[in-house]
């Protein structure tokens, strides 16, 4: 039977290698099997970007990639103090509502969601304000595609010396991530994104100085990182972890790494979103962005007047293919399609075929 392709962004489809190590022996995760497990995937996380290695932890958790974000905001986003978000899409302003609810204080500086980060504004806002405890940001916000500037926001956060949360969920593994240049304290990740694991595990990397230096601000008992950091270096969890899908993101690391790491990723995302691309571009579908502010990962395109949302979605899920709508205002006006996941020559020929009878 022919399978699904999901150009949705996240989860992906998966590769059988990684699907059938769900199928492992069971295993309780008070086992030390199991934190052997963790410990190793901790250890293929930081590996990705072996920058991060010396300094960072990596701490795994079950959820999606917004239960890592969460964790991260509200263990490590002072309670007395004031942050500031740089947001141009739903992703940012996920996080402003996670700051609202754990009833922190913080600053928004907020661009419309085609326009990038407002650089010119965060240096003004950070000169005025030294104080600001953290500056937090979006990499790749899924919104429309964009990777934003974080190389430029990270140099303003080193400048002030004001530590930089990257929500990096659909960025990790395939993007360029600087961790010193750009101050991270912190980035959130999952599995099921540009690792290609299983969704339900989640992660967070910190830099390892921050749990010796103050104590954790967790609003939350589940979200708290800082028991699971200290439990993750022997590789226990305080909570029951999602082992099956802990074996395949193991299998994904392994595979990933097999296949050259992060760069090869890229550009292997690169190849893909440029079939994508200047397929429909020669059909007449206009990206919304310029080509040149887009990640690798995902494309959003303009829907052309002649049909609809709907239509499109459906005639492509006929053939096996499942795509994205736009989000908020963008919902009757775009289209999304990432490119993540197991993907293999002929079903990205099978797609562009589908776009000709689509489109032409
Ligand atoms: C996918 C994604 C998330 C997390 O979404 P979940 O539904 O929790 O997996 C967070 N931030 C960004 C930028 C994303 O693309």
């Known amino acids: 039977m022919k399978r699904t392709i999901l150009l949705n962004p996240g989860p992906v489809t998966l590769t059988e290698r990684v699907r059938n190590a769900l199928l492992k022996p069971d295993l309780c995760h008070r086992e030390p099997e199991f934190a052997e497990l963790i410990l190793d995937i901790k250890r293929q996380l930081l590996q990705v970007y072996p920058e991060s290695v010396a300094d960072y932890d990596a701490i795994v958790l079950t959820g999606s990639g917004t239960c890592a974000v969460e964790a991260m905001l509200s263990s490590?986003?002072?309670?007395?103090?004031?942050?500031?978000?740089?947001?141009?899409?739903?992703?940012?302003?996920?996080?402003?509502?996670?700051?609202?609810?754990?009833?922190?204080?913080?600053?928004?500086?907020?661009?419309?969601?085609?326009?990038?980060?407002?650089?010119?504004?965060?240096?003004?806002?950070?000169?005025?304000n030294p104080a600001t405890s953290h500056v937090i940001s979006v990499h790749h916000e899924t919104t429309t595609g964009r990777l934003n500037d974080i190389a430029g926001l990270g140099k303003l956060c080193a400048h002030y010396q004001i530590p930089l949360l990257l929500d990096a969920v659909s960025s990790f593994a395939a993007e360029f991530i600087r961790f010193a240049e750009w101050n991270i304290e912190a980035c959130a990740g999952t599995a099921n994104k540009c690792l290609h694991g299983v969704p339900g595990l989640s992660f967070v990397l910190v830099k390892k100085s921050v749990f010796a230096q103050r104590p954790s601000a967790a609003t939350s008992v589940y979200l708290d990182l800082y028991p699971y950091h200290r439990e993750q270096q022997q590789?226990?969890?305080?909570?029951?972890?999602?082992?099956?899908?802990?074996?395949?993101?193991?299998?994904?690391?392994?595979?990933?790494?097999?296949?050259?790491?992060?760069?090869?990723?890229?550009e292997l995302y690169v190849n893909r979103a440029q079939l994508i691309r200047q397929e429909l571009y020669r059909l007449?579908?206009?990206?919304?962005?310029?080509?040149?502010?887009?990640?690798?990962?995902?494309?959003?395109?303009?829907?052309?007047?002649?049909?609809?949302?709907?239509?499109?979605?459906?005639?492509?899920?006929?053939?096996?293919?499942?795509?994205y709508a736009g989000q908020g205002g963008l919902k009757n006006k775009i289209f999304r399609i990432a490119n993540m996941g197991d993907i293999q020559a002929d079903e990205m020929e099978n797609l562009l075929d589908c776009f000709n009878k689509l489109f032409a």
């Open 76 to 128: 490590l986003v002072p309670k007395t103090g004031k942050a500031l978000i740089v947001s141009n899409g739903v992703y940012g302003e996920r996080m402003a509502a996670m700051l609202q609810v754990q009833g922190k204080s913080f600053q928004t500086i907020a661009s419309a969601w085609h326009e990038p980060i407002d650089l010119e504004a965060v240096n003004q806002y950070l000169a005025q």
């Open 235 to 266: 590789g226990f969890s305080p909570f029951t972890q999602a082992v099956q899908i802990a074996y395949a993101l193991q299998e994904a690391l392994l595979e990933f790494f097999q296949a050259g790491g992060w760069q090869a990723r890229h």
């Open 284 to 323: 007449g579908i206009e990206m919304l962005l310029n080509e040149a502010d887009y990640s690798t990962t995902l494309t959003s395109f303009k829907l052309p007047d002649y049909t609809s949302y709907e239509q499109i979605y459906a005639v492509l899920k006929k053939q096996g293919f499942i795509i």
